[in-house]
C-alpha cells in the first residue's frame, strides 16, 4: 500500500496474542484472570468506551446477591473488584474498539480486524459479547439519518461544537440529564425533552437540572420528538409532540441520548451456527461450530442456558482449558490447583511480572 506521495504505508504489525476476548462485561473480565491462571496471554476489546457491560450499562448501582462468596455487592463493585483481580495479568483493553471480520489461516490462527483498525493475531477468540455491541438507540425518523453526525448526534464528544447554538438534548437517564447540564455552559439554548416528567437518572442531577430550569440556565418540556425540518439538508427546527398539541423548537441540533441497545452486529456473519440470536456452543468446551471460537457468558447458546453471571464464569474457565490446546498444541497443561500454584501466588502478591 502507498500514501499518495507513493510512499509506502507503514500499518502497524499485528497484535499477536494467545487469546483474543471480544466483550470487557463481566464474563470477559473474568475471562481475562483465568487466561492468565492457565497461562494464556491476552487482549480484550470492547465497543464500548468503559469496562462492564450491562453491569454498568444498565444496572451500576443495583445490588448483586448470587454471585459465589459474595453476598450483596453493586454491579459497579462487581466490576472493580474483577479488574482488581485480573489487574495482576496486565491485561491490555482495546476500547472503542468493534471487532467485525475474523479469517483463519492456515497455520490454523486467527486475523481478527475491528472497525477501527486494529488487527490481532490469536490462536483463539473468546466471544463474551453479551448480547451483541451496544449501540445507541436511534431515533425512528428517516430525516435523522441524513442528519447524523452533522446536527443529529448520539453523543456528545466535544461540548465547543455546541457554543452559542440552540441544542435540543433528548431523554431522560443519566446520560441526558448530564449532557443538558454540561451543554447549558456553552450553549446559547438547552432544551430538555423527556417524555414525562420523571427520570431514571440519579436523584441528584434530578435535583441539578430543576434548580437550573427554575434559573432559566435551560429548559425542561414533557413531550417526543415528532419531526425534523430540515429544509436544504440543514436542521431548522424540532417538532414536539405534547399532550393535546406540538410544540415547535428552531435549533441547530439534537442530541438523542435514549440509551443503548445491542446488536449482535458483524459476529453474525462469521459463519458461526447461532441460534435465536446467540451462539450455540458445545457444553464440554463452550465451543462454537467454527472450532477454536468460544461463546461464553451470554451470548453462548445450550439446551436450559442461564444467562447468569456465575455461569458465565464457568463457561470461560472450561473453555479457556480447551483454547490451551490451540496456543499451545505441542504442550501438555498440567493442572494445578490455585491454592498450590506458587507463580500464581507470587504474580498476585507482587501484582505484576510474568506467570510461567
Ligand atoms: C437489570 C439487570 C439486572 C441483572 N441482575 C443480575 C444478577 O443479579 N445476577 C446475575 O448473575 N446476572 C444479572 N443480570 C444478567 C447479567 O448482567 C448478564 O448475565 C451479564 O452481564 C453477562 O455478561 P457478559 O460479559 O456475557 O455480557 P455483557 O455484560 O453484555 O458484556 C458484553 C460486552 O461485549 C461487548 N461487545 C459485544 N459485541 C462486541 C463486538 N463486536 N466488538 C467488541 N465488543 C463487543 C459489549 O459492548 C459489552 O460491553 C442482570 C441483567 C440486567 C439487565
Given at each position: 500500500m502507498t500514501s499518495e506521495a507513493g510512499t509506502p504505508i507503514q500499518t502497524p504489525p499485528p497484535i499477536s496474542t494467545d487469546v483474543l476476548i471480544v466483550g470487557a462485561g463481566p464474563v470477559g473480565l473474568f475471562a481475562a484472570f483465568e487466561a492468565g491462571v492457565v497461562g494464556l496471554s491476552c487482549q480484550i476489546v470492547d465497543t464500548?468506551?468503559?469496562?462492564?457491560g450491562q453491569c454498568i450499562e444498565?444496572?451500576?448501582d443495583k445490588p448483586i446477591?448470587?454471585?459465589?462468596?459474595?453476598p450483596s455487592c453493586t454491579a459497579r463493585e462487581l466490576v472493580d473488584r474483577l479488574m482488581e483481580q485480573c489487574r495482576p495479568f496486565d491485561v491490555p483493553i482495546h476500547l472503542s474498539q468493534r471487532v467485525e471480520t475474523v479469517r483463519q489461516r492456515e497455520d490454523g490462527r486467527w486475523t481478527v480486524t475491528t472497525g477501527q483498525g486494529l488487527v490481532f493475531d490469536t490462536a483463539a477468540i473468546m466471544l463474551a459479547a453479551g448480547n451483541g455491541a451496544f449501540v445507541p438507540q436511534r431515533l425512528?425518523?428517516?430525516?435523522a439519518t441524513t442528519l447524523e453526525e452533522r446536527q443529529v448526534h448520539?453523543?456528545?464528544?466535544?461540548?465547543?461544537?455546541?457554543?452559542?447554538k440552540t441544542v435540543v438534548v433528548a431523554g431522560g437517564g443519566d446520560s441526558a440529564l448530564d449532557w443538558a447540564l454540561a451543554l447549558r455552559k456553552v450553549a446559547r439554548r438547552v432544551v430538555l425533552v423527556h417524555?414525562?416528567?420523571?427520570?431514571?437518572?440519579v436523584a441528584s442531577s434530578v435535583d441539578e437540572m430543576r434548580r437550573a430550569v427554575d434559573a432559566g440556565e435551560m429548559e425542561f418540556m414533557v413531550g417526543s420528538i415528532a419531526a425534523l425540518h430540515a429544509p436544504?439538508?440543514?436542521?431548522a427546527s424540532i417538532e414536539i409532540r405534547q399532550i393535546g398539541g406540538t410544540a415547535q423548537i428552531d435549533a441547530e441540533h439534537l442530541v438523542v441520548l435514549y440509551g443503548l441497545v445491542a446488536d449482535l452486529g458483524p459476529?453474525?456473519?462469521?459463519?458461526l451456527k447461532i441460534v435465536g440470536g446467540r451462539v450455540e456452543v458445545?457444553?464440554?468446551?463452550?465451543?462454537?461450530?467454527?472450532?477454536?471460537i468460544f461463546a461464553v457468558g451470554d451470548i453462548a447458546n445450550y439446551?436450559?442456558?442461564?444467562?447468569l453471571i456465575l455461569s458465565g464464569f464457568h463457561e470461560a474457565s472450561l473453555a479457556l482449558r480447551k483454547a490451551y490446546t490451540y496456543a499451545y498444541p505441542d504442550k501438555k497443561r498440567v493442572h494445578v490447583h490455585s491454592s498450590y500454584d506458587a507463580g500464581l501466588a507470587e504474580r498476585i502478591a507482587s501484582g505484576s511480572g510474568h506467570h510461567e
Open positions: 464500548l468506551e468503559r469496562i462492564g444498565l444496572y451500576p446477591y448470587d454471585i459465589p462468596a459474595i425512528a425518523l428517516p430525516e448520539y453523543s456528545v464528544r466535544n461540548l465547543s461544537d455546541f457554543a452559542d417524555r414525562r416528567n420523571g427520570f431514571s437518572a436544504d439538508d440543514k436542521l459476529i453474525a456473519n462469521w459463519g458445545d457444553t464440554s468446551n463452550y465451543e462454537s461450530s467454527r472450532h477454536g439446551p436450559n442456558k442461564q444467562k
